[in-house]
């Protein structure tokens, strides 16, 4: 398994932007495929977006065309660029590492928080 530590989260008014980070460790990130998922308060967790070890990438309709993910495979980092926030884009957002046969890694979480 590997480590993963979110940063970037915090407050943000509706129509603003956050970037979030997920750090990992070891040397083999580049053969995970990484995901973003979110929890909000009373729901289950959901898919965000993914993107493949090629650079494939998959969202969740709700993000399209608002969130892009991206990965630096030299610094071991994955990112989730956000923009246009909306109120309910609220929750706790969790970095997710999964390779075949291999169990998957799950970061602590951040939380983001869009209000006025």
């Known amino acids: 398994q590997v480590q993963l530590v979110e940063s970037g989260g915090g407050l943000v008014q509706p129509g603003g932007s956050l970037r979030l980070s997920c750090a990992a460790s070891g040397n083999i990130f580049r053969l995970y495929v990484m995901a973003w998922y979110r929890q909000a308060p009373g729901k289950q967790r959901e898919l965000v977006a993914a993107?493949?070890?090629?650079?494939?990438?998959n969202y969740a309709d709700s993000v399209k065309g608002r969130f892009t993910i991206s990965r630096d495979n030299a610094k071991n980092t994955l990112y989730l660029q956000m923009n246009s926030l909306k109120p309910e884009d609220t929750a706790v957002y969790y970095c997710n590492a999964r390779r075949i046969a291999t169990p998957d890694s799950w970061g602590q979480g951040t939380q983001v928080t869009v209000s006025s």
């Open positions: 993107i493949t070890n090629a650079g494939i990438t």
